[in-house]
């Protein structure tokens, strides 16, 4: 199972890294992402990176800010986030999905964290 850690609440501009260690499975084979759900809204994708590491995608609201990265003899990935803004709030989770496609979207995953929650004040 995924197990998030690094939440907390921040001020406008800050940093914070966020980061998630599997249990009990090696992450290597598996596509990771972090999602975000902000209050009253859907959960979307932040940022995905495929099983090699050299595909990457964020999603445009956090694209320049945010940088992920995986470590496989870990079973970690980080999110480091910069630049935070209060629209960054949310609960973070991080996902798994062991295939070779990456995807971008939410039912293509099957394991997930608990989530952590960020809050950006202004």
């Known amino acids: 199972y995924l197990v998030e850690s690094g939440g907390g609440s921040v001020q406008a501009g800050d940093s914070l890294t966020l980061s998630c260690k599997a249990s009990?499975?090696?992450?290597?084979?598996?596509?990771l992402a972090w999602f975000r759900q902000a209050p009253g809204k859907e959960r979307n994708y932040v940022a995905v990176?495929?099983?090699?590491?050299?595909?990457?995608f964020y999603s445009p609201p956090v694209k320049g800010r945010f940088t992920i990265s995986r470590d496989n003899d870990k079973n970690a990935i980080d999110l480091r986030m910069g630049s935070l803004q209060p629209e960054d709030t949310g609960v973070y989770y991080c996902?798994?999905?062991?295939?070779?496609?990456?995807?971008?979207?939410?039912?293509?995953?099957?394991?997930w964290g608990q989530g952590t929650q960020v809050t950006v004040s202004a």
């Open positions: 996902a798994a999905r062991q295939s070779s496609n990456v995807a971008l979207t939410e039912a293509l995953y099957t394991d």
């Open positions: 009990g499975s090696s992450f290597s084979g598996y596509n």
């Open positions: 990176i495929d099983r090699t590491g050299q595909r990457i």
